[in-house]
């Protein structure tokens, strides 16, 4: 079975490097699994969870929100989110206490852009916090 590399880098970090068996990301139109010997492919990352099977079987969650584009070219996954967190890291109760910030705020304007991007960052909260949970 051929190799499969993957990078996973925020603008502050490099999150993971190293081989993988399988890469599941947030595409816009769905996820995206990532097996070797894939077709090369530029796309959009969404938010929701990015999976990693590592070499040894185990997995690694991570969740990217805010953007990002996703490389298949050569056997080597590249992920550039705008945002990415490693789930492991986060605790349930601060996941909640954002959401239930989020959903104690109004939105004092009537901008339909503004409320829009509200209604997006309440979504990302839930599903974020689903995940950990």
Known sequence: MADLRCVLTSPEELLFE??????????VDGELAVL?????????????????????????????????FVEVLNNEVSVLATNVEDLAGVEIQAAEEHLRDLL??????????????????IEIAKRRLGLVK
Do not use: N, Q, T
């Open 18 to 27: 190293g081989k993988v068996r399988s890469v599941v990301v947030p595409a």
């Open 36 to 68: 070797p010997r894939h077709a090369p492919l530029v796309g959009a990352l969404s938010y929701g969870e990015l999976r990693l099977e590592l070499e040894d079987g185990s997995r690694a969650r991570y969740f990217v929100h805010g953007g990002g």
């Open 104 to 121: 104690g705020h109004e939105v004092a304007s009537s901008d339909i852009e503004e409320l829009e991007l509200h209604r997006e960052r």
